[in-house]
């Protein structure tokens, strides 16, 4: 059963007293709002929640599909990696900034900057979206790291992408070549909006390339329909992208870029 409405970590945190008085049991607010997520935790268990809104999450909880437990695990996990991060080498390795406490990471999503503190915290001056949350933090934290290449591979060729390339197929470059097919302007306006830059180099009549993440290259390459010949459309990573971001997170990020391009169709088309 899938939900109307996805609750993450960051939604209870945010109606949590944020004091990490430990009341709970567990070190840090954050964590209980993971810890109840992940089942582990009742919301009741933090003494300083009131009444109403326990009653406001827990409706919200009651409607979360059985898949997303185990994502609140994998997000648990990164909260943990993320308190032992040295930031200052992640900032200097991944493309990030430090702010001058040392304590928060800056990052450049899609010309956008997320900040991200010790305990996991995303901040925005745009609104976050869920399915950006674990595939961030996720890159922060990856154990390997390569600079930018330079040469495009396709998602078949990521490490473990053949296992993920059906999937990708379906849900990213299908969805993302019809909405190209109906809305010609669209792929120049993402250039515009997220802060991408148009490519003449690739055999395309449009090729660009976005950065979800600072050592995430995107290239999308359309093709637009021509007489009998239908269109194309491929996704390619810098082979830097194998070593930077776990398959999985690579799909989860490109899945929801392409959901979010899809919102944007609906609403200025
Ligand atoms: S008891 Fe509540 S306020 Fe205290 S750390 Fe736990 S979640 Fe935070």
Known sequence: ?????VLTPL?????????NCKRCMLPSCLAFAAAVIGGQKKLEECPSLPQGVIEQLSLKLEKR?????????????LL???????????????????????EILKLRSLGKI??????????????????VEAPLLSYLCY?????????????????????????????C??????????????????????MGREVTEFDADIALVLHPFPHIPVLICYQAPDGDLGSELNIFFDEC??????????????????????????NHY
């Open 1 to 5: 059963m899938t939900t109307k409405k």
């Open 11 to 19: 939604e209870i945190y945010k109606q949590l007293e944020q004091s």
């Open 65 to 77: 599909s059985t898949v997303e437990p185990q994502q609140a695990e994998f997000m648990a996990k």
């Open 80 to 102: 943990r990696k993320i308190k032992d991060l040295d930031f200052k080498a992640v900032a200097k390795e991944r493309g990030c900034e430090l702010d001058e406490t040392g």
């Open 114 to 131: 997320f900040q991200v503190d010790r305990e996991g915290v995303l901040r925005s001056e745009c609104h976050i979206i869920p399915w």
């Open 143 to 171: 154990p390997t790291h390569r600079q930018i290449s330079g040469r495009w591979i396709s998602f078949r060729e990521i490490k473990g992408g053949i296992d993920w390339r059906g999937l990708f197929g379906s849900r």
């Open 173 to 194: 470059e299908m969805p993302l070549r019809r909405l190209a097919d109906g809305h010609p302007e669209l792929l120049a306006d993402i250039v515009d909006l997220f």
């Open 241 to 266: 992208c194998s070593e930077n971001l776990h398959v999985k997170s690579l799909y989860t990020l490109c899945a929801g870029l392409v959901m979010m391009f899809e919102k944007i169709a609906v």
